[in-house]
């Protein structure tokens, strides 16, 4: 079983990957949490926003065998936990894909997984596409609040330096509270901006 919670940030994604794991803690059943290394706001744990925090093992992507050794690490345990899987790269140093180990432990292990969907231009993560294509995968859309207008939020704001990333400005995660120049808020799709992103092209009729 692949359970996958997305959503913008502050819609309980975290703290829902950790309710699960909660339980299984209070069971005395082994299981192992993974997150990125980069994601050090935190240090080794999740921390959700109501305040609730399960330990993680941090994974360094600069380690050409980190796939082999969260393989190993998944292979002696039924539930694994993956925290902020859009951080992940698709690829390792060599060719192997961490979608394919997904796919592959997925077949008999309980695998749940907490994830913004998309970034700041709107658009969703790579590696996020390909895992909702994997059949078996469960998809649960979370929502937030919008920051500005109170309604339904399903996208995150990026701010540097106080102001809206612009459409052509990198890509590359940072973490806030790591970067200070950057911060993030849910919003939803009629408050979203994204100075310099192209117009929708509407494919009929005029309007």
Same mark, same amino acid.
């Given at each position: +079983? ?6 913008? +940030? ?7 990957? %950790?309710?699960?794991?909660? =339980? $299984? @803690? ?10 990125? @290394? ?10 959700? =926003?109501?305040? !609730? ?13 980190? $796939?082999? *050794? +969260?393989?190993?690490? +998944? ?7 993956? /925290? ?8 390792? #140093?060599? @060719?192997? #894909? ?18 913004? /969907?998309? /970034?700041? =231009?709107? *658009?969703?993560?790579?590696?996020? *596409?390909?895992?909702?294509? %994997?059949?078996? %995968? =469960?998809?649960?859309?979370? !929502? ?25 400005? #990198? ?7 790591? /970067? ?18 192209? *117009? ?8």
């Amino acid at each position: +079983m692949i359970q996958l919670y997305l959503g913008p +940030m502050k819609s309980g994604k975290s703290t829902r990957l %950790i309710e699960y794991f909660k =339980r $299984l @803690s209070i069971a005395n059943i082994p299981y192992v949490i993974f997150q990125p @290394s980069i994601n050090i706001r935190d240090g080794d744990k999740i921390q959700s =926003r109501n305040g !609730t925090s399960l330990s993680a093992s941090p994974i360094d992507f600069n380690d050409k065998n980190y $796939l082999v *050794n +969260m393989a190993n690490a +998944m292979n002696n345990v039924d539930f694994i936990g993956i /925290d902020e899987i859009f951080m992940f790269p698709e690829f390792d #140093s060599g @060719s192997n #894909s961490f979608v394919d180990l997904i796919r592959f432990f997925g077949r008999e292990k309980n695998i749940i997984i907490a994830s913004l /969907d998309s /970034d700041f =231009r709107g *658009n969703i993560f790579p590696i996020v *596409n390909n895992l909702m294509k %994997i059949p078996e %995968i =469960r998809i649960e859309k979370l !929502t937030a609040i919008c920051h500005y207008c109170k309604q339904e939020a399903t996208r995150t704001q990026k701010y540097i330096k106080g102001q809206p990333a612009n459409y052509n400005s #990198s890509t590359e995660v940072s973490v806030e509270g790591v /970067d200070k120049n950057v911060s993030y808020v849910p919003v939803c799709a009629g408050c979203h901006k994204v100075p310099g992103k192209p *117009n929708l092209k509407i494919p009929f009729g005029k309007f």
